[in-house]
Nanobody, 117 residues
Framework: QVQLVESGGGLVQAGGSLRLSCAAS????????MGWFRQAPGKDREFVAA????????YYADSVKGRFTISRDNAKNTVYLEMNSLKPEDTAVYYC??????????WGQGTQVTVSS
């Protein structure tokens, strides 16, 4: 079992930045690929970014490439999402998730990000 707790959301103006954190507890953190997802009101949840267990590989949705950076600190059991040049369309609840065997099995409770225009 893995417990995930996100933090760092908030209200920011367009063009601003935020850094989300996701603290994990439970089994060996480095065993899990970690991902960030988001869900805007009235829309389906969508993939944002992912990072391999050792941090060597990262993946991004086209909509955030060049603006968002995912990273992890396995010593701190934490994954981060650095978000720059934020746009109003980035407004959503952001969730982190932990994957084992290609399935995102564990999810956090989410943190709200609101970008004002």
């Amino acid at each position: 079992q893995v417990q995930l707790v996100e933090s760092g959301g908030g209200l920011v103006q367009a063009g601003g930045s935020l850094r989300l954190s996701c603290a994990a507890s439970g089994r060996t953190f480095s065993n899990y690929r970690m991902g960030w997802f988001r869900q805007a009101p009235g829309k389906d949840r969508e993939f944002v970014a992912a990072i391999s267990g050792n941090g060597g590989n990262t993946y991004y949705a086209d909509s955030v490439k060049g603006r968002f950076t995912i990273s992890r600190d396995n010593a701190k059991n934490t994954v981060y999402l650095e978000m720059n040049s934020l746009k109003p369309e980035d407004t959503a609840v952001y969730y982190c998730a932990a994957a084992a065997a290609n399935e995102y099995k564990y999810w956090g409770q989410g943190t709200q990000v609101t970008v004002s225009s």
